[in-house]
């Protein structure tokens, strides 16, 4: 969500309601092949540092209508969306997503056929790669309303650089933080991260992180692929089976322990 233009995604209930509004299952069943799992953080389920006590998002259009009528947003014109109770304009959002990757584009195209159901509309955009990221990593132009994009944080120890997509623009975040968030106390601890010493004070931080993430959510996190790896079996051996399978973007050294049989 851009958080520094001036619409409705600004008011948190909007957005804890879209997020209501959305079938990750169905997304994961139909855009991703079934090849995903729903997730509620940054960080794996299968990592330490997760905190397993988010609040959870799962589809619910009830309590997403009733989160948008409780907040004063109804359909005052009886078009069938609703209508922001400040300019009377209707809540329709354009998400921008890139090309490059088809399974965003079908996911896109799914989500444009719930939100209606929450009386929310959205116009979707598709840009080709490069267009995309100059967008999406640059919030104050106001190009975008909402943007899909796709992250692959690595498991701990290795995807500290994951939490300085939240920082505020004016404490380091500039560029890496997409939706514009801007918590102090957020920024406070993604400093005190970068000088912890024991997996104690780690996890206090990190649980802190993802609780402020998830209440104010800044984003909406959908799902996370499966890898899908081939491997030989027959005649090597020594493959490790890590997040992610024996083979991905993050752990291709495990390769190192494969050998002849």
């Not at 992180?209 to 959908?222: A, F, H, R, V």
Request: aromatic residues 12%.
């Amino acid at each position: 969500f851009n958080l520094h233009k001036d619409t409705p995604l600004q008011n948190k209930d909007v957005r804890h309601a879209i997020a209501y509004g959305i079938d990750a299952q169905r997304i994961i069943d139909m855009a991703y092949m079934g090849n995903g799992v729903i997730c509620d953080s940054w960080a794996y389920a299968e990592d330490p540092l997760h905190n397993p006590d988010l609040p959870q998002y799962l589809y619910n259009p009830d309590k997403a209508n009733q989160i948008l009528d409780g907040a004063g947003y109804i359909d005052s014109d009886g078009d069938g969306i609703r209508n922001d109770p400040v300019t009377g304009k209707n809540l329709v959002f354009e998400m921008i997503v890139s090309s490059a990757t088809t399974s965003y584009v079908k996911a896109c195209t799914l989500i444009k056929e719930m939100l209606p159901i929450i009386g929310i509309d959205i116009d979707v955009l598709v840009l080709d790669p490069d267009t995309f990221s100059s967008t999406v990593y640059n919030p104050p132009a106001d190009a975008f309303d909402m943007a899909l994009r796709g992250e692959d944080p690595s498991p701990f120890p290795y995807g500290d650089w994951m939490w300085m997509e939240a920082q505020s623009w004016d404490s380091g975040g500039a560029w890496w933080n997409p939706s514009y968030y801007n918590n102090p106390r957020y920024d406070e601890l993604c400093a005190l991260l970068g000088t912890a010493t024991t997996m104690e004070e780690r996890k206090e931080y990190v649980y802190e992180m993802q609780q402020l993430l998830s209440e104010d959510l800044p984003e909406y996190y959908l799902a996370r692929s499966e890898y899908v790896s081939a491997v030989r079996n027959d005649k090597l051996e020594g493959w490790v089976n890590e997040v992610g399978g024996p083979i991905s973007w993050f752990n291709d050294w495990s390769i190192m322990k494969v050998h002849l049989k």
